[in-house]
């Protein structure tokens, strides 16, 4: 071979192995750079489900980003200090149905709604220090109602399904029941009032409705808002309905602040010509009238106002009044999507505190976000999540109000639903919509969110629906009704514990598992208010006090010192 062709077949040897050198690097470079190519094939099992998501932040795929949240959370925890302040005011907030998926599902939303994944946010009341779990249960019943979970965690007593107020030895439906004081178990609300603090309530729902009736009714029959609903032969015997228990009895009489809805339960059934709004009440009675003789009589400054307009006038005034009633709706107030001419929870709630705030005692503060559970019970899962962004905002507002050294807020749910997030969806796939990454063994998709059982019309004769092919679902229509499995006229209540979450002195209390009817005892303790008294209460015990309670040397001389100032001055 000449010398020629030996260079010439060493320069092919050298190109060759440099385009595969190029080949190698680019891999290299394509590797490092860029998505793994999948080659898993076609998943025939659901639990093979292969992910496809819009994008995965750059930062969280290093296990640096990772260690780096743990170790600041490591470090704010480390930062916490027990709080054995006296708790001068007391918030409790309740999401009716907020179950633990509801919470997951909302905070994903407003997520969404705000142009990120979802799936990261965190709702206002999910950033508290504290949170512990409660079990709902009623005495005879394993998924509870409303009625027998207010009654729980507002006067600390379980008790049976359907009874508001009551201990477990009352029958519901029986007036007898209701009207046998030994029965009758007490709010926290009612316990402030006996402390000297103010106390309001403020919902989304009637007024009379199950849980804000637990703050003040006693009564053997969630249903009896008025006394329409009430049997003739329970009137004649001397039962009182909800709504005239609120405006004449004790403790509601004494509250200072009353917001919600369920205007009808006050009001003659005959149309009122400033309102055009049509009452219930058989008896002929205004009771919203009464109110204001209530407190012409005490002398008390008071404001009753029935739309947004009124009541913002109300809290921009200087001069504001001692006691105030604000009836929204004449049912319950409209879900927030579709409200017009009202306030939001989270407006309801400053207008509280504003007043509130003004005790020199403190005051003890009920907020229910009910219609939560309302839009669950019609599988609108779209509004009931709403619903819940506005609750949280509520909470916000309460506490950049409030300060965490004298404010104890308590945040829960009464009950959970059957509302399940399920199904394999890829990270950051629209919360409400379909999911993206798996058909149901029908060929046909589903969606994320799905009920257990509900209104929703989901298995024909033909199977399962196609919900790709329904217009109110793709149009995100707000009354859409969820799939879900047994069909019922209205879906039910989930029997899941649900979590509680707290912030402000005493706030460690709420932690681990317990009975839902121990929250109340908490709060009082937290707030001085029962019999078991932390070092703090002592502290901030004036010294006129009952003879039992005060150090009487201190007495003693003080009434010495006044007598001889009183001589004093008469003498000179």
């Known amino acids: 071979m000449t010398v020629v062709q030996l260079v010439k077949t060493r320069d092919r040897g050298r190109t060759a192995m440099m385009v595969r050198l190029t080949f190698a690097v680019l891999f290299v470079i394509t590797c490092a750079g860029a998505e793994d190519v999948v080659s898993t094939p076609k998943p025939k099992k659901v639990l093979d489900t292969v992910m496809n998501p819009a994008y995965i932040p750059l930062e969280e795929k290093h296990g640096s980003f990772w260690k780096k949240s743990a170790s600041e959370a490591l470090k704010s925890k480390l930062k916490e200090t027990?709080?054995?302040?006296?708790?001068?005011?007391?918030?409790?907030?309740?999401?009716?149905?907020?179950?633990?998926?509801?919470?997951?599902?909302?905070?994903?939303?407003?997520?969404?709604?705000?142009?990120?994944?979802?799936?990261?946010?965190?709702?206002?009341?999910?950033?508290?220090?504290?949170?512990?779990?409660?079990?709902?249960?009623?005495?005879?019943?394993?998924?509870?109602?409303?009625?027998?979970?207010?009654?729980?965690?507002?006067?600390?007593?379980?008790?049976?399904?359907?009874?508001?107020?009551?201990?477990?030895?009352?029958?519901?439906?029986?007036?007898l029941s209701q009207l046998h004081k030994a029965n009758w178990s007490p709010s926290i609300g009612q316990w402030a009032l006996e402390n000297g603090l103010d106390v309001g309530l403020v919902t989304t729902t009637r007024v009379t409705h199950a849980s804000p009736a637990g703050m003040y009714a006693h009564t053997s029959e969630r249903n009896w808002e008025s006394d329409a609903d009430v049997p003739e032969e329970c009137l004649s015997l001397g039962c009182q309905d909800i709504a005239y228990q609120l405006v004449t009895g004790n403790p509601g009489r004494h509250f200072k602040v009353i917001m919600g809805g369920g205007r009808r339960e006050f009001l003659p059934n005959v149309t009122s010509p400033l309102t055009n709004s049509t009452g219930r009440r058989r008896d002929g009675v205004d009771l919203t009238e009464l109110w204001h003789q209530d407190k012409l009589e005490r002398n008390a400054t008071h404001q009753y106002v029935t739309e947004r307009n009124e009541l913002m006038k109300v809290f921009e005034s200087d001069d504001l009044p001692e006691y105030l009633l604000g009836l929204f709706q004449d049912d319950h107030m409209d879900y927030h999507l579709q409200a017009k001419d009202q306030p939001t929870l989270e407006e309801m709630v400053e207008v509280a505190i504003k007043v509130l705030s003004r005790?020199?005692?403190?005051?003890?503060?009920?907020?229910?976000?009910?219609?939560?559970?309302?839009?669950?019970?019609?599988?609108?899962?779209?509004?009931?999540?709403?619903?819940?962004?506005?609750?949280?905002?509520?909470?916000?507002?309460?506490?950049?109000?409030?300060?965490?050294?004298?404010?104890?807020?308590?945040?829960?749910?009464?009950?959970?639903?059957?509302?399940?997030?399920?199904?394999?969806?890829?990270?950051?796939?629209?919360?409400?919509?379909?999911?993206?990454?798996?058909?149901?063994?029908?060929?046909?998709?589903?969606t994320t969110i799905s009920y257990a059982n509900g209104k929703a019309t989901s298995i024909t004769d033909k199977g399962r629906v196609d919900l790709s092919l329904e217009s109110d679902f793709k149009n995100r229509k707000l009354d859409y009704s969820y799939p879900s499995l047994v069909p019922l006229d209205s879906e039910t209540h989930g029997g899941e514990d649900v979590a509680v979450f707290a912030s402000g002195p005493w706030q460690h209390l709420f932690t681990s598992s317990y009975e839902q009817s121990a929250i109340p005892h908490f709060m009082s303790f937290a707030m001085c208010l029962n019999d078991i008294k932390h070092e703090q209460c002592k502290r901030h015990r004036t010294l006129w006090t009952s003879s039992s309670t005060m150090n009487k040397p201190i007495k003693y001389y003080i009434l010495s010192l006044l007598a001889v100032i009183f001589i004093s001055i008469s003498y000179f």
């Open 359 to 446: 005790s020199s005692k403190g005051y003890f503060l009920f907020v229910e976000g009910g219609r939560i559970d309302h839009a669950h019970h019609d599988s609108y899962a779209y509004l009931a999540l709403d619903e819940t962004i506005e609750y949280s905002k509520a909470v916000q507002k309460a506490k950049s109000l409030t300060n965490e050294t004298d404010t104890l807020i308590v945040v829960s749910s009464d009950h959970a639903h059957t509302m399940t997030v399920a199904g394999y969806p890829s990270r950051g796939n629209d919360i409400l919509g379909l999911v993206d990454a798996a058909h149901g063994s029908d060929g046909k998709p589903y």
């Open 82 to 175: 027990v709080n054995t302040n006296k708790a001068k005011n007391g918030i409790l907030f309740i999401g009716d149905g907020m179950s633990i998926a509801t919470i997951m599902a909302a905070r994903t939303l407003a997520g969404q709604v705000e142009r990120g994944l979802g799936e990261d946010n965190v709702l206002a009341f999910e950033k508290f220090p504290i949170a512990g779990l409660a079990r709902t249960y009623c005495i005879d019943a394993q998924v509870a109602d409303s009625a027998c979970t207010a009654t729980s965690y507002l006067s600390g007593v379980k008790t049976k399904y359907g009874v508001i107020g009551l201990d477990g030895n009352a029958t519901r439906g029986s007036c």
